[in-house]
């Protein structure tokens, strides 16, 4: 708490008075005012006597730090709409971004990957590094603060290409180097994505290099395992052996036990965990509370036919002689077209399947599923976005419980209007903090509210090294939330996903107020988060 007499002398610029403070380390809520000031948490404390330009009462309400999500994606949907609604109508504040692939260092052949999106959404690439894409970044003005990873996949890009290649020595010094200059300029970590193409082509010393690297700066390591389903444990063993050799930190993005015949070895994945930190790993993980997953249609094909990237992909989709091998491959690799939603695309001939199940999507083409999968994938240049039904309840449970298991929405800003309107979505995008302190908080009782608030602010900033931001404390930045503990509810679903929760009244970033009452204003503070090493 902040001294009186200082307090009685101070102005301040904002005062949330009344309200059931708490502070993002899970220690039970305490009755006091926070008072704002240049953009910092400026008091804590009874602040009655204390002059304010602005002062709301919160009648009891609960303000908490801003909320931080892992693993937002929302590097270049910031650029398109800076207002972020999805984010800032659940309270999220931060993000952490860059799945395998990063804003950079961006070259000439990544933006031809990029191409169909940046045309449709009339988006330049105008920087090849992480310093220019934050100059971007602060010129659209965002209202959330980005943090940014480079992706291993996006720096095997830059320098290897989209073929299944391995790079010799000078190579990788090459790929380190760009590693390194990503890290100087900002970047947190190093990260993968290791189901997705070119990523999956890396072989594991490949990326201990590189976890090197930024480890020697400070950085975490944070993964989409190489295996969410049948093989989940032996990608757990491979990234605590990354954590191992490159002396990182790592966290393990959307922890999961993906496919009906994994379903209840979420007890098993987290044992492994705990015996790893036992053993002095510096492991951690994130999820999003629901039991169906989101990414790319084309994510269903074999490594191979993704090599040399879209172009080539298309191409071998089309070629009569290839479809036979890759559609038995697809059937072998097991999917269900009954659990797979289509959620979105680029082209009007595949968008007229949103909303629809990849079956019935494959009826109404008079084909096989796995022939629909192959025509639609083609038909959109691999964009067409899906929600997979592939986790158990239980499952998910079972990981949320674990105390060192974060948040993380795995879904880029969005809005109900603007630019994305017309944009399908998993309603994780527009939900999740408010179905984890609704649901899973106050109706499962899985944990006390305090703590559904530590996972999501204190636990996520301690852990990429926001040593200003994730509590409610003096001298921190003035990144806050404040919702009704008792009426916070998502409403968004499968069906309509693009609905804004309840319960979220008031936004503050940066010391900013940028909703209140429910509503927008017109304060887009968000700034690029730096990384500056440990404290």
């Keep these: ?194 189901i997705y193409q070119p990523g999956s082509f890396a072989k594991t010393n490949e990326i201990i290099a590189l976890a090197q690297v930024a480890s020697s700066r400070g950085g975490i390591y944070a993964t989409h395992l190489r295996s969410e389903g049948k093989r989940v444990l032996e990608a757990l063993d491979e990234a605590f052996t990354i954590a191992r050799e490159g002396h990182i930190p790592v966290e393990v993005w959307h922890l999961k036990a993906a496919g009906r015949g994994q379903w209840g070895m979420m007890k098993q994945i987290v044992a492994r965990i705990e015996l790893a930190r036992g053993a002095g790993v510096d492991v951690t993980a994130d999820v999003y509370p629901y039991t169906a997953s989101a990414n790319r249609l084309s994510a269903s094909l074999p490594d191979w036919v993704h090599e040399g990237g879209t172009d080539a992909m298309v191409a071998r989709l089309r070629d009569p002689a290839l479809r036979p091998r890759i559609a038995k491959e697809v059937r072998e690799d097991g999917f269900s077209p009954d659990d797979i939603l289509i959620l979105s695309a680029v082209t009007p001939e595949a968008r007229r399947f949103a909303g629809k199940r990849l079956s019935q999507a494959a009826k109404e083409m008079n084909e096989p599923a796995d022939e629909a999968l192959l025509d639609l994938v083609a038909m959109d240049r691999g964009n067409v976005g899906v929600a997979r039904f592939g986790m158990s309840e239980d499952d998910l449970q079972t990981a949320l419980r674990a105390p060192f298991v974060a948040m993380d929405t795995d879904f880029g800003a969005q809005g109900i209007d603007g630019p994305f309107a017309g944009e399908g979505a998993h309603p994780r995008a527009f939900a999740t903090t408010a179905r984890i302190l609704g649901r899973y908080a106050r109706e499962l009782k899985l944990f006390p509210m305090e703590e559904a608030v530590r996972r999501m602010t204190s636990l996520p900033a301690r852990r990429i090294g926001l040593w200003d931001r994730g509590l409610i404390r003096q001298s921190f930045a003035a990144d806050l939330v404040v919702f009704d503990p008792e009426r916070i509810a998502d409403t968004a679903t499968f069906e309509d996903p693009k609905r804004y929760p309840a319960g979220i009244e008031i936004v503050v970033v940066n010391g900013k107020v940028v909703l209140e009452g429910g509503k927008r204003t017109r304060e887009r503070p968000g700034v690029p988060l730096l990384h500056r090493g440990r404290p």
């Design 1 to 194: 708490m902040t001294n009186i007499a200082v307090v009685a002398a101070a102005i301040f610029d904002l005062v949330l008075a009344g309200g059931r403070v708490v502070d993002g380390t899970g220690a039970p809520w305490v009755r006091a005012d926070v008072g704002v000031r240049a953009g910092r948490i400026a008091a804590v404390g009874d602040l009655s006597k204390a002059r304010g330009r602005r002062r709301i009462d919160l009648h009891g309400l609960v303000v908490c730090p801003g909320f931080i999500d892992l693993l937002g994606q929302s590097e270049l949907e910031v650029l398109v709409d800076p207002r972020a609604e999805s984010k800032i109508r659940q309270g999220i504040t931060s993000e952490l971004t860059g799945e395998g692939i990063s804003p950079a260092p961006m070259t000439p052949g990544w933006v031809h990957e990029n191409e169909d999106v940046l045309r449709k959404f009339k988006l330049k690439i105008d920087w090849t590094d992480l310093s220019g894409y934050f100059r971007r970044l602060r010129k659209a003005r965002p209202s959330i603060n980005l943090a940014v990873l480079v992706g291993a996949a996006q720096v095997r890009g830059a320098v290897l290409g989209f073929d299944n290649v391995q790079p010799d020595a000078k190579q990788l010094e090459q790929m380190k180097k760009l590693v390194a200059k990503a890290m100087d300029q900002g970047a947190f970590g190093l990260s993968t994505g290791l």
